[in-house]
C-alpha cells in the first residue's frame, strides 16, 4: 500500500545479527517489532543475517551462501516489510575467538549492502541498531549522513561488560579502546535505549545524555494462563502430581545453568520434584553430560518447542527459573520473564539486591528472588514454597503486569511516541 495513504507513515530500517523466524530472543522481539509497525503503516526495512539462534546453525529452507532479498507482503491494510539477508560466519561451537570473528564477518557483508543502500540515495526517517553486537551502529551512522535519518542505539545485553566480566577476552588494552569506540557511538546516535532500568543506569555512567526505557515486550493474547489442568503434564511425559521445575531459554556460559543440577542432586530421593531444562545453546552436551555423570534421574532436556504449543508448555510447568551468573545479573534482562509473566507463572530468580531483575520482582510481587550460583539457596527455597493463597496473588500479580506494562501496543505506542514527538 502507498505511504501516501498514511499521513504519519515512517521510513524504517533496522540492522540487527537477529531476526525472525528465530523463536527466541533478540530475534524474536525484532520480528514481533518490524511485524507489529508494518500493519501499523510503516515503510519497513531489516538488514540481518540468516536464521541461526538459538541452534548455532543455519535453519532450512536458507542457505547462508550469498546475499538474499525478501519481500514479506500483508494485506491491504499494511505495507511490506523488505528483507535484506546477509551471510555470516556461524560456528557450531561458538567459543569467544569465533564468537568474535562471527560479528566481524557479518559487519563485513552487511557493509556492502549499507553501501548499496547509500549509492540508491534510499531515505529513511529512523535507523535502529540493536546491540550487541555494539558495532553494528557505525553501520548505522553510515547511513545516517546519506539518508537524513535519526539513529536509535538499542542495547538489549551490555556485551562489552558482559565478555569482560566473563574472561572472553583478556585483554585490558583492547577494552579499553572499545569502551571508546562505543562512547563514541553512543555521542553520536540521536536516541539510546535500553530495556531495563539497570543496563540503562550503567548507561548513563558512560555518557552525559538522555536514555530511554525500551522494554521487551509479550503478546498477552496468544501468551495467558489456562486454568489449572494437570493433564498438561501428561503430554511431556510428567505425572499429574510431579512438581516441574522448568527453565526455559539459551544454554549459554552467563546461565550458570549447573547451579540446577546441583539443586537436583538434592532431590534425588523425592519423585515428585522434577527439573525441565528446555532450550539450545553451545552447553548443552556439556549440561547433559554432567546431569549423567551425576546420574540425575530427575532431570530432563528438551529442545526448542513449538510456537503452537508453547503457551500451554510454559502452562504445565510449575515454577519457572530465571537463571543468570552473578557477574553478568545486571548486564542482560532475561527476555523469557515477559512469557511467564503473562501466563501468570511465578517464577524464581537468581538476582542480587539492587538488580532490575531482583527490584521488578519484589517490587510487583512478581515471585522469588535468590541469591545468583547458589545452589543450596535454591534448595532450601522449593523446600519452603507451599501452594497457598501467597502463592494465588503471585501469579495474578504477573499476570496483570504483564497486561499493563508489557503489552505490545502500549510498548511499542510509547516507543513511537519518544522517537517522532
Known amino acids: ?26 530475534g524474536k522481539v525484532n520480528g514481533e517489532m518490524m511485524d ?22 543455519v535453519q532450512a529452507p536458507y542457505k547462508n551462501r550469498w546475499y538474499k532479498k525478501e519481500v514479506i507482503n500483508y494485506n491491504k491494510d499494511a505495507n511490506s516489510i523488505t528483507i535484506y539477508r546477509c551471510p555470516s560466519y556461524v560456528p557450531v561451537n561458538p567459543g569467544k575467538k569465533r564468537r568474535v570473528i562471527q560479528d566481524m564477518s557479518f559487519w563485513t557483508s552487511m557493509f556492502w549492502k549499507v553501501l548499496q543502500l ?9 535507523i535502529i541498531t540493536v546491540a550487541p553486537p555494539f558495532h553494528l551502529a557505525y553501520l548505522g551512522l553510515m547511513l545516517k549522513k546519506s539518508s537524513g535519518a535519526k539513529l536509535l542505539y538499542h542495547i538489549q545485553d551490555l556485551q562489552i561488560e558482559a565478555a569482560q566480566n566473563l574472561n572472553m577476552l583478556s585483554n585490558k588494552g583492547l ?33 552525559d545524555k538522555d536514555v530511554f526505557l525500551f522494554p521487551n515486550w509479550v503478546n498477552t493474547d496468544h501468551f495467558s494462563s489456562i486454568p489449572s489442568d494437570s493433564r498438561l503434564k501428561t503430554i511431556w511425559g510428567y505425572k499429574e502430581d510431579d ?29 515428585k520434584i522434577k527439573f525441565l531444562i528446555c532450550g539450545s545453546g553451545p552447553y548443552k552436551e556439556s549440561l547433559i553430560q554432567l546431569a549423567e555423570s551425576m546420574n540425575l534421574t530427575n532431570v530432563d532436556f528438551l529442545p526448542v518447542q513449538e510456537k503452537e504449543l508453547f503457551n500451554a508448555f510454559l502452562n504445565m510447568a510449575d515454577y519457572h527459573l530465571i537463571m543468570q551468573k552473578n557477574n553478568v545479573s545486571d548486564l542482560v534482562m532475561p527476555s523469557k520473564l515477559t512469557t511467564i509473566f503473562a501466563i501468570g507463572g511465578v517464577c524464581i530468580a537468581t538476582s542480587s539486591p539492587g538488580t532490575s531483575v531482583y527490584n521488578l520482582i519484589n517490587e510487583y510481587d512478581l515471585g522469588f528472588t535468590i541469591e545468583p550460583e547458589n545452589h543450596e539457596a535454591l534448595s532450601n527455597l522449593i523446600r519452603e514454597i507451599k501452594p497457598d493463597k501467597c502463592l494465588e496473588i503471585k501469579k495474578q500479580n504477573a499476570r496483570n503486569y504483564a497486561v499493563k506494562y508489557l503489552n505490545i501496543d502500549n510498548v511499542m505506542n510509547d516507543f513511537l511516541t519518544k522517537v517522532f514527538n
Open 175 to 207: 577494552f579499553k579502546h572499545i569502551y571508546r569506540i562505543e562512547k563514541n557511538i553512543m555521542t553520536k546516535a540521536d536516541y539510546v535505549s535500553g530495556v531495563s532500568e539497570g543496563i540503562i543506569n550503567k548507561i548513563k555512567t558512560k555518557i
Open 118 to 126: 547509500i549509492a540508491r540515495r534510499e531515505k529513511f526517517d529512523l
Open 243 to 271: 512438581i516441574v521445575f522448568l527453565y526455559s531459554g539459551a544454554i549459554g556460559e552467563k546461565q550458570g545453568l549447573e547451579t540446577i543440577l546441583l539443586t537436583a542432586q538434592d532431590f534425588l530421593n523425592n519423585d
Open 1 to 26: 500500500m502507498s505511504s501516501k495513504e498514511y499521513p504519519n507513515t515512517k521510513r524504517i530500517l533496522l540492522i540487527s545479527h537477529n531476526y525472525a523466524p528465530e523463536p527466541t530472543g533478540i
Open 36 to 57: 507489529w509497525l508494518a500493519k501499523k503503516g510503516h515503510n519497513c526495512t531489516v538488514i540481518t543475517t540468516f536464521p541461526y539462534y538459538p541452534y548455532w546453525k
